[in-house]
Structure formats: C-alpha cells, structure tokens
C-alpha cells in the first residue's frame, strides 16, 4: 500500500524522535526532503526554444526535466530549465525605483541602474502604470509610448508578451511600435528586391536532396551546428539527423565542404570542411573577386543570366571596371582587401562552377556596415553559377535557422518557414499524399477583433535598431526602404519580453539616451540589466509556471505546455498583468483586450481552430482533452517536401512562375533601389569600404577585428543566469577567442582575464588561445548579461563582457537602417584587482 504520508502525521512522528528540532520547522516551510522522497514524481509537459520536455515534479519543486521523445537529438540547453526557474535573480515582486516612487516622472532620471527599489502591492503597481499612461497620452498622444517591445520572449501562443503588450497598448489607447529584427535588419530589406522573398525564412532545398545532389557545400558566415540548437518555435532538432547523413555519404562520394568565416567554427569542425579564413566584413570583396574570375574566364552560366535575371550587364561593368570606381574587381584585388590568396580565390571560383553547389548564407554578414551587400552579391553569385532550382545546387539563407532545409508538412495557416508557393499550393500537394500535413497553430493578436475605437488607430513603427537614433533626435528626418520618415518624440517604454540592455549597440550611448524616456516599464522573470534600468518593474511567469500551447518549428507537432509549479513569489501572467492594467480604464477596453475568454478558453480555442482546419483536410487530430492529457500531436510529412528543390518551379516556367520581383526575375540590378538614389546602397551589389575593418584608420588605434556569433551554452542572453555560464566561462567572465600570434604579442596567455576597449566602452573577458580564429580576428560570443561596475553611469567598465558595449549603432544602410555586430578593438591583459561579478544577485529592495 502506497499511501503519501500527511504533512501533520510525519511532522508528530519525527518530532518524537528529534525532539525540539520539530519547533524549528515552520508550517508554511519548504517540504521536508524526506517528504519528497516518499511521494511519487508528478510528470507534466513543457516547451522552450531549445526543445518540447517532460516536467518531472517533485518536493513542489521542478527537479529535472527529461527531453520530449520526438526530439531526436535534444539540446544541452533544455537542462537549464530548472536552474533558471529558481535563479537567485528572480523578479518576486512589483518594485519601483525608489525616486520614481517619490517622484514620478518628474525624477531624476540619471540615477536609474542605481537607484534602489521598493517593493509595492500589485494595486499600487497597476494604478503607478495606469496613471502613467493616461498622463502620456494626455500630454503628449499615443506616438509618445514606444511599445514595439522585441526579444526572443517565450513560445506560447497566449502568453506571447509582445504581442499582448501591443494589444493592450492598442486599446489603451495606442503606441510606436517597431519594424525588423535585430537577426534579420538588413537580408529581409533587401531580399524582396532582388528575388522577391524575404530570404532571412524562405524555405531552402530539403536536405534529403542536398544528400543525394550536392557535390559541393559551401557554409558562408553560418554555423548550423551550433545555432540549429534554437528555434524560434520549438525546435525538434531533425537537421541534426540529416546533417549526420550528409556528413556520412559525403564519405561516400567524395562531397566537398568548404566555411568561409574568420573562426573555423562548429560547423566546419563537424564536417572537417576546408577553412577559407576572410577578414571581418569583406566577403563581398571576395564574391566579386569570384565572379570576375568566372566572367573573365567565360565560366559562368550565360543561359540562366539571360533567361532568370535582369541587370547583369550594368553589374558587369562595374565588375570588370567600367563603371562607379572604375577598378577591376579581380581575385588580385580582393585578394588585397578580404586578406585570401588570388589563386585560392580562383580555386573556389573553379571549384564552385564545375561542381553542383549550395552556397548556404548565414545572417552574420548582414550584420555589418553595408549589411545589405552581402546576401545580394551572394544570390548574384549563385546566378552566375547557374545552378538555383537545380537538385542540389544554388542557394539558401536559411540553412542555420531552425532546422532550415528540415522537410516539414505545410501549414494550412502558412509556414513559419517557407518560400510563398509558385504555381499551386504545397498543402494541395500533401492533401494528396494521404492527407499529410499540419493545420499549424494560431495566436493571440496584437489587434483585437472586438469593435471599438482601437480599430480606427493607425499604428506608427520605426526600425528597430534605430531606437537609441529615435531618442536622440525626435523629429528628425529619416530615410528607410525608399522612404522619408520622422522619428515621434518618445516619452514612455513599455518592454515585456526582451532584453534590449543585451540585444542594442553601443551600450554607454544607449544609457545616456535612455534618460529621455520620462518612464520605462518593465516585465521580467529575472533582474535582467534592462530590468534594473526600469522605474516600475513588474513580476513575470516563466514558460514553466503558467499553463499554454505551442508548436514546433517544423510544423511537425502541436504541444500542451502544462504548468508545473507554481509562480515565484508573486509573479503573474502577462496576460493577466495587462487584463488588471486595463481594468484602471474601462469595462469596454477590459473586454476588448480579454474578448470575454479566460486563459484556458484562449489556450482551446487556438486548438480547436486548427482541430477544424485539420478536419477540413482530412488530416486527423485527437480532442482537445486528449491532447492536453499525453502533452503533443504529430502530424506527418508528406514525401514531396523531401524533394523540395528552392526555385525548381521558377527554373521550369519563369513566365507562369514570376518571382515577386517588378521584373519577374532575379534582380542582380534593381530599378527600384536606383531611383532612391541612396549613397550606401546602389543599384547592384558593391564593395562599399565598412567604416570599422583591417584596412581603416581606425585600425592602427585598434589592430583587433570582433566578431560576435550567438553563443553556444543561451540564447541570446537567455540562460546565462544559470550553471550553463560555467561550462566555458574563464575566470567568471566572457570567453573571448584569440590567435595565438595576436596573444603572443600582447603578452596574454589562456585563461588570463583580459580588457576589450574601443572608444565606445570597456568590457572583461577571458582570453581563449586558439588557432580556430585568425589572426586578426577575434571571437567573442553575444548575450553576456552587461554588468556595470558603476551602475548607470555611462563608460563604466562592464565586468562580465557584454560584447554591446563595444558595437557601434549606425544603421547599416539608408535602404534597410539595420544594426552592426562588429567592431575595431584592442585588448590588453587586465592587471588591476578582479572585480566580483554582481548581475547575477537580484538588488537589494526595500520592504522586503
């Protein structure tokens, strides 16, 4: 017989034994271990970023969580889950910057990341929030409340933060929200011009056909291996199962990697590719070095140039110099500016012609001065190949991004990940193969379907990395996408869901901007820099304290994320934080955020929408209470998405399957980016000299070339507050890669805590001497939680090495305005007294 034991009965039992010990345990005391240990484990069912798990529940505590069964190759990540729910930096209550509390907005701004803060009631919180807002718009209008919140946030469908906060923005009374991302600036800017998709997500050839195809595979600025890890619904990790075939038959038949990147990275080690070592941001140079090589030497595709794209004859002048600089753009000369030998340079042009080719482009070289050249010189390329929509061949930009190239069944609603249909639809295509498929999975919105005067609003956005510009200048005229805008004079930040004290350039120039904020808003689980920045800062759930749905990436499974424990503290639910702000507005707004549903009705309502979309296309789905019992639904693929070849339908028929290009074609010369006449982003792809590189001026000040790929051990910044940090952490700081010749020279050694600086900041890290990067370069990971070691005081040193700090933040063109994720350094051996890392302890605060 297996009976729990009562609390009180095991209490009286031991008491008799241990005596006095009895007294000292409280009745509201954290369960006894013994108590744990007899009850059995309570399992649920969970999902994050890094993977869908199973929530093993015991002692009222999440002890461990166990990979869902269907992720084939789960990630390290997922074990951090735990760890993060009971950080020591939890955000347990409402706190408010204590001059904020005596002040309001009228307080001096300056003290913020040093100010304490006072614990207050949630009825105190939401009446400081709503008076705020009311006042704002009083005084200033809607424009005045920046609520384009952006961050990588949570999974759910319900508790999306961001969404919820432009929801309830929108009928409060509304807001300037924002365009972009930060991932994806630049690419998704300049992609729809040139083949008329936003190739940041287009879905590339499956990888089943890569495997059978490809005889070359080129990894240009990507590292799936290591970002594949991530996704930004759930990831299942399938690409790692095809990665570990393709590696297996390139033994086979004699398939060729190459990784162009300044790191010989995860990727390349994985597939033990030849490493092509480019200087920082001059991978154009190099494309054009290969493409005149191909030109001059009569090696490219004249058939597809002429039949697939348009402009190739104004970028051949420029290439072979007849136009704008007039300089040949010849492997010699690239060879001078990307620092790789002319005749290596000739090999790949060789290499990549003769051979069926994929070049796969990763996100990182858009990340830069001029971001939008390099993903436009890379398609260029690719058409001189003359291999895109063959079996095997062309190009993708994708390949890195969750589970890119994995085949997936097609989403009634459409796919997070795909290329907009050509000629008929991918889900007709998989109704006929027994009706495989997925209905995918709807959200809530950030409008609301109730009538009201929050229908009529028109919502002004800027882009994304251009906030800290914003605030310095409101008013100012500004060029974007062919346009001419004005930035809105900002006097409020609601933030819920990010991290932008992580995820913005320049740290020090944001801090001084960030005072012209009048009130900064803030939801956070944990006391994250950009919390400690905030005047009101209000307690989040964590993806495993509240109850929701979700999906993964692929489109492959619908998931039940179950609550597991209890919030900390007394953390709530965005979605319930927003409904209790809006209550201090009126019934109406309430109703129309909430539309008349409780949570759990939001959660099945999502469900049961796509169970009808699936009855419609004969796709089978259980109920919804059985879903919510076993934790996911699986949906099959059909076997023509492993056969997806990217423009295979365009190569067939470019009449009857146009691109959405004005042309029809892939635009290698645009007319349209022409006429905006834009100084930094021409007509064609260029060579454009970035204003930070190995062969600027300002590099006889700081030799050190940065590089900031995502991280290994988080995302982003998530994470980091967890044990994971420790598992490459040198010293409790950052590690930062460095050539052994660059060490030598600067006297540092492995393991030595070195100072980064440029003259925008200063930050610690951990030196990491290696050969994987070149000389030249050096690596440092995004996402260290910046921690000053004079809080809010701009120029500061940051002790943990929060790479932001040493980025500049200048737009990377007039056309795309997208951020920089580089940046000129030097660096030298830290000699002064090591100081104690303090972003990991939540602050003190008062009335706690």
Known sequence: ????????????????????????????????????????????????????????????????????????HPST?????????????????????????????????????????????????????????????????????????????CVGSLNNPQALVGRMLGVAGGYTSRTCTYSTHAIRQITPYISGTDESTAQPTAYPVLIENSECIVFWGCDPINTNQIAWGVPDHKSYAYMKELKEEAKKRGLKFYVIDPVYNNTGMYFGAEHIQVRPTTDVALMLGIAHYLYTENLYSKEFVHKYTIGFDEFKKYLIGESEDMIAKTPEWAANICGIDANVIKMLAKEFSSKRTMLMGGWSTQRAHHGEQPNWMLITLASMIGQIGLPGGGFGLSYHYSDGGVPMPAAATGNALSEKPLNGSVGAVADAENKAGSPGLSGISVNSKMDGPWKQRKIEVIPVSRIVECLENPGKEYNFDGKTYKYPDLKMAYWAGGNPFHHHQDRNRMVKAWQKF????????????????????????????????????????????????????????????????????????????????????????????????????????????????????????????????????????????????PSGKIEIFSKKIAGYNYKECKGHPMWFEPME????????????????????????????????????????????????????????????????????????????????????????????????????????????????????????????????????????????????????????????
Not at 559 to 587: C, H, S, W, Y
Not at 697 to 705: S, Y
Not at 763 to 775: K, S
């Open 77 to 153: 990540l997922v074990e951090g889950l735990p760890a993060r729910t009971y950080a020591t930096d939890r955000v347990l209550y409402p706190c408010v910057r204590e001059g904020y509390l005596k002040h309001g907005y009228k307080s001096d701004r300056s003290k913020r990341g040093s100010d304490k803060y006072v614990r207050v009631s949630w009825e105190t919180a939401y009446d400081l929030v709503a008076k705020e807002l009311k006042r704002v718009y009083k005084d200033y209008g809607p424009d005045a409340v920046f609520g384009g919140s952006y961050g990588w946030f």
């Open 1 to 72: 017989m297996n009976k729990k034991m009562d609390r009180r009965a095991f209490l009286k039992v031991s008491g008799a034994a241990t005596g006095a010990v009895v007294a000292t345990v409280s009745a509201e005391a954290i369960p006894l271990v013994g108590d744990g240990i007899l009850n059995d484990k309570e399992n649920g069912f969970s999902a994050s970023h890094f993977g869908a798990v199973r929530t093993e529940v015991r002692n009222s505590r999440m002890e461990n969580v166990i990979p869902f069964e269907g992720d084939m």
């Open 518 to 661: 009048e009130t900064f808003v803030v939801h956070e689980c944990f006391w994250t820099a950009t919390a400690r920045m905030a005047d009101i800062v209000l307690p989040a759930t964590t993806e495993q304290e509240r109850n929701d749905i979700t999906k993964s990436h692929s489109n492959s499974y619908i998931f039940a994320m179950k609550q597991a424990v209890k919030p900390a503290g007394e953390a709530m639910d965005d979605f319930d934080i927003f409904t209790n702000i809006l209550r201090r507005f009126t019934a109406e707004q309430v109703l129309a955020f909430t539309e008349g549903k409780s949570k759990m009705e939001w959660i099945k309502s999502f469900y049961d929408a796509s169970y009808t979309k699936a009855k419609n296309s004969g796709i089978s789905m259980p109920s919804f209470e059985e879903f919510w019992e076993k934790g996911s639904a699986h949906f099959e693929t059909p076997e023509s998405a492993k056969k997806f070849i990217k423009m295979e339908k365009f190569r067939k028929n470019p009449i009857v399957n146009r691109l959405g290009t």
């Open 693 to 848: 590189w190995l062969g600027s001026k300002v590099a006889k000040e700081f030799p050190l070339n940065l590089i900031t790929p995502h991280p290994k051990y988080r995302l982003h910044s998530q994470l980091n507050n967890t044990w994971l940090r420790d598992l490459e952490e040198v010293q409790g700081r950052e590690p930062i890669w460095i050539n052994p010749k660059d060490a030598e020279k600067r006297g540092i050694k492995n393991g030595d805590v070195v100072r980064i600086f440029n003259k925008r900041g200063q930050i610690l890290g951990g030196a990491v001497v290696t050969e994987a990067v070149m000389p030249g370069a050096v690596r440092m990971q995004e996402g260290a939680w910046y921690d000053p070691q004079e809080p809010g005081k701009a120029g500061t040193l940051c002790r943990h090495g929060d790479v932001n700090v040493l980025t500049p933040d200048v737009g990377t063109s007039e056309l795309a305005q997208g951020n920089q994720a580089t940046a000129l350094v030097e660096i030298e051996k830290y000699k002064g007294e090591l100081p104690e890392i303090g972003i990991f302890k939540a602050p003190k605060i008062k009335g706690v």
